[in-house]
Every structure is written in structure tokens, then in C-alpha cells.
């Protein structure tokens, strides 16, 4: 109950209110999504490649798409601030070892296939948790027809889906290479929500991502010792 009553005071205090710690994406305004499970920020836009202007269709080489990422200065026009170490979402082996198991499997427990919810695949996870977006097939491998972006398995465009702006019905690609396969690299497919991996020289589309929430700003040690005080005196009015 104190703590509750110390997050009010300090919420009123500041003029915000508290989000439920449960949420998976929050908006955190001039264009900038954080996700509170991966501790990650990414893009509102999906297709900002295309819409800053930097590339006529948003279609990129492997490469290039680092490099854009790598290069990529955003300006946060609420806090003032300007970001520029941006990164392609990353994969790590959903197994914990390695990506040596090139099995598709369509419930999720290998690094290629369907309905990947492991939090070591940044962009699976964004598609099927924090999205909902679902896959050509179940997890029990049967057919679904309301897949994609769009949600009922056409093709071709993009899309608004909650939060995320200009979502590509294509391949996005990851920051990751494949083990042991020459000239490939992850990325997920929006098109039928599959993870796989590509070739390099092919071009698909590219969303950036950082590390940390743009609203973890540390409060000026003062203003902490205003909350403690808040929070001594309704620890003393409890024990009261």
C-alpha cells in the first residue's frame, strides 16, 4: 500500500500517470515506441527509410540497411534530444547455444519458422506479442487464413497495426548473420509472420531499433529527497 501511495504522490508531483507495468509497448510520444519486456525502443514508423526520404521505395541491401540504422540520427522532438545509436532489431538462439538446428518448426521452439514469442528474436517478438499478429500456420501446423499485417492473409501494402505505423506486408530485415550459412541473414517475413533467413544481396525493408527507453530519465537528486520525505510520512501514518 505505501507503495502505491508513493507512486501517486510522485505521479501527481511530476503531473503523469503510471502505466500498468504489464503493457509491452507504450507510445512514448514524437514517434517513439519502447517496449517494457525487451527494455528496447524502436521506431513508430516502419517504413521510415522510405518516409524520411532517404530511400525512394525502403528497400535495402543487408549492408545498406546497417548502415542506415548505424547512421541513423533521430530527433526527439518532446524531450529535445537527438539518438544516434540505432541498430536493426537482433536475434539470439531461441535455444540459448546456437543457430545450428535449421529445423522449421511452427510452434515457436526453433530460430526458424512460426509463432516465435522467444524474447531472443526482437522482431518475431514484436510481430506475435506485442502485435498479435498471427502466422500462416498454427502451432499445430494446420492453416490459419487470418495472417499478416493486414489480418486476413492478402497480400501487397502496408498497414497501420496498433501502435506501429506503415508496417510493410514484406521481409524486414534483422542485424543478425546466420551461423554457417554463407550470405544470409535472419529477418521475419510480416508478409505470413515467419522468421527465416535471406540472402544479403537481395533488398527488403528496414526498422530501427535502440537500447533503453527515451523516458528513463534520472530525476535531480533533490526531487528524490522531496519523494523519500513523501514516502516517510506515509510509512508513518500507516504504522500510525
Request: aromatic letters at 14%; a negative charge.
Amino acid at each position: 500500500m505505501q507503495d502505491k501511495k508513493t507512486r501517486l504522490a510522485v505521479g501527481l508531483l511530476f503531473g503523469f500517470s503510471y502505466v500498468n507495468v504489464q503493457a509491452a509497448l507504450i507510445d512514448r510520444g514524437s514517434g517513439l515506441l519502447y517496449d517494457t519486456a525487451l527494455n528496447i525502443t524502436w521506431l513508430q514508423d516502419a517504413d521510415f527509410v522510405q518516409t524520411s526520404g532517404y530511400d525512394a521505395d525502403g528497400l535495402m541491401l543487408w549492408s545498406d540497411a546497417k548502415t542506415w540504422a548505424a547512421d541513423l540520427v533521430y530527433h526527439d522532438s518532446i524531450r529535445n534530444v537527438d539518438y544516434s545509436d540505432w541498430r536493426l532489431p537482433r536475434n539470439s538462439p531461441v535455444n540459448g547455444v546456437s543457430f545450428s538446428d535449421l529445423t522449421q518448426t511452427n510452434d515457436g521452439s526453433g530460430d526458424l519458422g512460426y509463432n516465435i514469442t522467444s524474447p531472443h528474436s526482437e522482431m518475431a517478438y514484436m510481430y506475435n506479442v506485442n502485435l498479435g499478429l498471427k502466422g500462416w500456420f498454427n502451432v499445430d501446423g494446420s492453416f490459419r487464413t487470418d495472417y499478416g499485417v493486414h489480418g486476413d492473409g492478402s497480400f501487397g501494402g502496408q498497414e497501420n497495426v496498433g501502435l506501429v505505423h506503415n508496417l510493410q506486408d514484406a521481409i524486414y530485415w534483422s542485424d543478425t548473420a546466420v551461423e554457417n550459412v554463407p550470405f544470409g541473414a535472419w529477418g521475419v517475413d510480416m508478409a505470413v509472420g515467419s522468421q527465416n533467413f535471406y540472402y544479403v544481396l537481395n533488398s527488403h525493408y528496414a526498422w530501427a531499433v535502440r537500447d533503453g527507453d527515451v523516458a528513463a530519465v534520472p530525476l535531480p537528486g533533490a526531487i528524490w529527497l522531496f519523494v523519500t520525505g513523501i514516502a516517510g510520512v506515509l510509512g508513518l501514518r500507516r504504522r500510525r
